[in-house]
T-cell receptor
Framework: GQQVMQIPQYQHVQEGEDFTTYCNSS?????IQWYKQRPGGHPVFLIQ?????EVKKQKRLTFQFGEAKKNSSLHITATQTTDVGTYFC????????????FGTGTRLKVLA | DGGITQSPKYLFRKEGQNVTLSCEQN?????MYWYRQDPGQGLRLIYY???????QKGDIAEGYSVSREKKESFPLTVTSAQKNPTAFYLC?????????????FGDGTRLSIL
């Protein structure tokens, strides 16, 4: 079936260190979205990637979509305590449908 | 996110009881979703609806039912057939068309078994 695997499951970093989470799909994705969920909160949309090889930046966050549109990554430079939370990717397998498959998430803890 | 209201925030279910979780949105979104989140895990799709009076099963629909009689409302019923209902339930909505749009989530309902 359609699956989106996300690694690592957990990541603890010292404040100021970099952080990366990866998503991998078994089949080609139409697009991929990234969400952040703070502890006790709900997922909040960060960004969407659509094109093969696309790279987008939001301040210290860099998002990439693989050339084959099967994988994606989120990189945070110089983490801050405000980056704490769980980061999810969500893949759309079929364009024009509304069904997204979420990855299992990467839980980030930042040690001050 | 503003515009999506889930209630109640906490809900307790007795054995053999059906319970209904409310989800209302005033964003004029066509698509609505129900996800289940277990501790330390990702979101799994229960049901989704692209339009009024139509809905589709997600990956874990067994033991759940939904209705979409109005555009603004997409209630989820957790039936007694769902043997492990304790989880965090999230409702989301999305604008239709104009390419893919982000999902906007409500604050969630935490369901526990008494």
């Amino acid at each position: 079936g359609q699956q989106v695997m996300q690694i690592p499951q957990y990541q603890h970093v010292q404040e100021g260190e970099d952080f990366t989470t990866y998503c991998n799909s078994s089949t080609t994705l139409s697009n991929i979205q990234w969400y952040k969920q703070r502890p006790g909160g709900h997922p909040v949309f960060l960004i969407q990637l659509v094109k093969s090889g696309e790279v987008k930046k939001q301040k210290r966050l860099t998002f990439q979509f693989g050339e084959a549109k099967k994988n994606s990554s989120l990189h945070i430079t110089a983490t801050q305590t405000t980056d704490v939370g769980t980061y999810f990717c969500a893949g759309l397998f079929t364009s024009g449908t509304y069904k997204y498959i979420f990855g299992t998430g990467t839980r980030l803890k930042v040690l001050a | 996110d503003g515009g999506i209201t889930q209630s109640p925030k906490y809900l307790f279910r007795k054995e053999g009881q059906n319970v209904t979780l409310s989800c209302e949105q005033n964003l004029n979104h066509d698509a609505m979703y129900w996800y289940r989140q277990d501790p330390g895990q990702g979101l799994r799709l229960i049901y989704y609806s692209q339009i009024v009076n139509d809905f589709q099963k997600g990956d874990i629909a067994e033991g759940y039912s939904v209705s979409r009689e109005k555009k603004e409302s997409f209630p989820l019923t957790v039936t007694s057939a769902q043997k492990n209902p304790t989880a965090f339930y999230l409702c989301a909505s999305k604008e239709q068309g104009r390419g893919s749009q982000p999902q906007h989530f409500g604050d969630g309902t935490r369901l526990s078994i008494l």
